[in-house]
């Protein structure tokens, strides 16, 4: 190896450039890589393409590419053959100019001035408002006319009164309570539901039912009593009228649609009783309350004793 080669294959050979007109980076390690193997007056250059792919790190086809480039450039040339390897001759006298040096010192200076001018230029946006130049506003110039006191807007709100939890608990449907003056009603066809004969009042039309003349005799009365003693007869008939009065249909049966309406209202109170109680208690459609295996199965049984003994006494 010899220094004067190496010199010159690393400071002094003229930087190859590719067709984008880059540094052509292979092709001058390839001949930094040669020049290890040259004497101080560039020959006797003849490494193996095995020897230059361990020292670059390439593979055989870039050394040899690398190598022709260099040729061309006449930067290297053959001088015959030792072993089968062909022998090369490093041109040290040609040298690269002396302009490489300051055209890259040039390029840095500009590229330190680029940066400095975009460093500027992003200082410059992020100060666009300066605080001298801020409009100070007063405060009472903000609002021009009078503006609502704090103290007044909560006295204002506690002017109105609700109606306590519990209350609310009770009545779900309860109105809310202000302290404005209580406004009586007007009378309405709804007035008279809970009469005997629940005729509508007014001068509201007449629905079906009320053209039907619907009455709840004693011998339902006696059957509602009888199968569902714990369920308000007055107040589920009262529902009925009402539902039917504001739907406006007709039925075929008026006593049967009755019927039907408090099988499902005694349902829907045991369905009630039981969400209150518990799943582990449950109470019967004629209000019975029992709890466990042998209560429900007597409890059962006893009415299922009780409606057979009274379809016999109706078909006696």
Request: net charge neutral; with cysteine.
């Amino acid at each position: 190896m010899s220094i004067e080669a190496v010199k010159w294959a690393m400071d002094d050979a003229p930087m190859l450039r590719t067709p984008a007109g880059k540094p052509d980076t292979t092709a001058r390690h390839v001949l930094q890589a040669m020049a290890e193997h040259a004497n101080s007056k560039g020959q006797n250059c003849h490494p193996s393409s095995t020897r230059l792919q361990y020292r670059t790190g390439y593979d055989r086809r870039t050394v040899q590419r690398a190598q022709r480039r260099l040729e061309l450039e006449k930067l290297i040339e053959r001088d015959g053959m030792v072993e089968e390897r062909v022998r090369w001759k490093l041109a040290l006298t040609i040298v690269r100019p002396a302009s490489d040096w300051d055209d890259l010192k040039r390029a840095e200076e500009e590229e330190r001035a680029a940066t400095a001018t975009r460093v500027r230029r992003h200082r410059k946006a992020k100060d666009v408002t300066h605080s001298e130049s801020v409009t100070e506003t007063d405060a009472k110039s903000v609002t021009g006319g009078p503006v609502t006191d704090s103290a007044s807007v909560s006295n204002a709100l506690e002017l109105r009164y609700v109606t306590d939890s519990a209350s609310v608990c009770n009545a779900p449907s309860a109105a809310l309570t202000t302290n404005e003056p209580p406004v009586e009603p007007p009378t309405t066809s709804m007035a008279g539901v809970g009469s005997s004969t629940y005729s509508p009042q007014g001068l509201a039309p007449s629905a079906p039912i009320d053209d039907a003349g619907f009455v709840v005799t004693d011998s339902m009365r006696r059957w509602a009593a009888g199968v569902y003693p714990g369920l308000d007869i007055e107040h589920s008939t009262d529902q009925f009228v009402s539902h039917y009065r504001s739907i406006g249909v007709n039925r075929h049966s008026w006593p049967d649609a009755w019927q039907k309406w408090i099988r499902e209202d005694a349902k829907r109170a045991s369905q009630r009783q039981q969400q209150r109680f518990g799943s582990n208690v449950v109470q019967l459609p004629n209000g019975q309350t029992l709890t466990g295996t042998d209560a429900k199965v007597a409890g059962w049984a006893a009415l299922a004793a009780k409606l057979a003994a009274e379809d016999s006494e109706d078909s006696a």
